[in-house]
Structures are given as C-alpha cells and as structure tokens.
Nanobody, 126 residues
Framework: QVQFVESGGGLVQPGHSLRLSCAVSGFTLGEYNLAWFRQAPGKEREGVAC????????YYADSVKGRFALFRDNAKNTVYLEMNSLKPEDTAIYYCATDFDGPSCIFLNPSGMVHWGKGTLVAVSQ
C-alpha cells in the first residue's frame, strides 16, 4: 500500500529556508514518479516539483525555479524539498503525490495523481 508522510512544515520569515520531507512506503524511490504539490487558501492545488522515474531529473514550476530543489535519500526512501528564499506567496499546504509512471508528474498536473499524502503546512510571514 502506497503511503506518504510529509513533515518539516512550519512558520518561517520571508527570505528564509525550510526543508520538507516525504517519507515513502509501498514502493522504492526511483521506481515511480514523485511530486510535490501545494494548495494555498482559496486557491487551486498547483504543482511545485517532480522527480521523474524515467530519467531521474527534477521538473519545477516556474514560480519556484532557482529557489526550490529536490533531492532524495534512497536509504531512507525519502524525498526532500529544499525551499530557499521563501516568499509569502509560498504559503500553502504542501503534499506528496505520485502518478506511478504516468505522464502527469513532469507536467505537474494534479488531476493525474493517484496517491496523495496528508500534507504539511508552510507559512511564510513576518
């Protein structure tokens, strides 16, 4: 059974950094795609970043390119989202998700995802 447990969220000031974790069970990292999405209050869920199982590359939304980075610890079967230079508009609940080996991940399309974590809240404020 696929499960994701997100952690690492919290309150942080603008310009600061935060690292989110997504602990994966039910499959081995690299076997399937894994993505981060976020949903801000009153807004639709949007894609943040994806690690593709096909090429191992990271794909990022334009809004986070150069600020956010994905990396993984295979021994812990965990993916991390390193978030730097945080802005108030990054405030949202952040979720892990997978479409297994589908086409949605690299396009950061939430409608194609089939498993979701429960999310972790990131708040960026003075």
């Amino acid at each position: 059974q696929v499960q994701f447990v997100e952690s690492g969220g919290g309150l942080v000031q603008p310009g600061h950094s935060l690292r989110l974790s997504c602990a994966v069970s039910g499959f081995t990292l690299g076997e399937y795609n894994l993505a981060w999405f976020r949903q801000a209050p009153g807004k639709e869920r949007e894609g943040v970043a994806c690690i593709s199982s096909r090429d191992g590359n990271g794909y990022y939304a334009d809004s986070v390119k150069g600020r956010f980075a994905l990396f993984r610890d295979n021994a812990k079967n965990t993916v991390y989202l390193e978030m730097n230079s945080l802005k108030p508009e990054d405030t949202a609940i952040y979720y892990c998700a997978t479409d297994f080996d589908g086409p949605s991940c690299i396009f950061l399309n939430p409608s194609g995802m089939v498993h979701w974590g429960k999310g972790t809240l990131v708040a960026v404020s003075q």
